[in-house]
């Protein structure tokens, strides 16, 4: 029998590996009776496949192979690269400003398809090949059209689907929050990157605006 390596154990869920495959199984919760307990995971796990499916045709994301409601697990192929968070500042400049133009590029596509992801953090995006690759060059080359090269989001365990821009403002304020914190050194230069990407979507001009709107509310409550 194949031994599942735990990857990642949170609040809802553990996140289990075996061989190339990925288990995303959510966890009973003791403290809820049975019945809503049960009801509450198959929901979530219902929930999250959809978002899956529908993102995956938009941009790179661990493809679903099956989807277990009685276990409520959702197994998923195994992206064997870089986590960002770990690697993004030991590239050069250069390419970290061309990695975060690809999260622009990403979260643009996302966003006009009204997918929230919730937790934008280079934690939830990696890298699997050293070589980026841009959407044009992908589509140039004819592999893998419209999907971003070697750049992939992963965990839609918060996301949903809005077509508020309010969300979509607030998405992008937790990658910018995210930036600041975790890659301080060039996070301005880098979420200008972001952005650069992020124009390419239908509504960047009013979204960028209730950005600022958001990032003004969390000023005045400090």
Not at 27 to 32: F, G, L, Q, T, V
Request: hydrophobic share 35%; proline share 1%; glycine share 6%.
């Amino acid at each position: 029998m194949t031994k599942l390596k735990i990857i990642q154990q949170g609040a809802e869920a553990i996140i289990l590996q075996e061989k190339n495959r990925v288990i995303k199984r959510r966890m009973k919760k003791s403290y809820r009776i049975p019945e809503i307990d049960d009801r509450i995971r198959r929901q979530r796990t219902r929930s999250e496949t959809k978002l899956l499916t529908k993102a995956f045709k938009l941009i790179s994301i661990p493809e679903i192979i099956k989807v277990d409601q009685e276990t409520k697990e959702i197994i998923m192929d195994f992206i064997d690269g870089k986590k960002l968070s770990d690697y993004l500042d030991k590239f050069p400049l250069k390419k970290q400003k061309k990695v975060c133009k690809l999260i622009g590029e990403s979260t643009a596509k996302l966003h006009d398809a009204d997918i929230i992801h919730g937790d934008l953090t280079t934690s939830n995006m990696i890298l699997k090949d050293n070589k980026i690759i841009s959407h044009e060059q992908k589509l140039k080359g004819g592999v893998d059209k419209g999907k971003l090269g070697s750049l992939y989001f992963i965990d839609f365990g918060l996301g949903f689907i809005s077509h508020k821009f309010e969300d979509k403002a607030v998405d992008l304020h937790l990658l910018k929050q995210a930036l600041e914190a975790k890659h301080f050194k060039n996070w301005e230069i880098l979420f200008r990157e972001v952005l650069k990407g992020y124009s390419n979507s239908k509504d960047s001009k009013t979204i960028l605006e209730r950005l600022g709107a958001v990032e003004k509310r969390g000023r005045y409550k400090h």
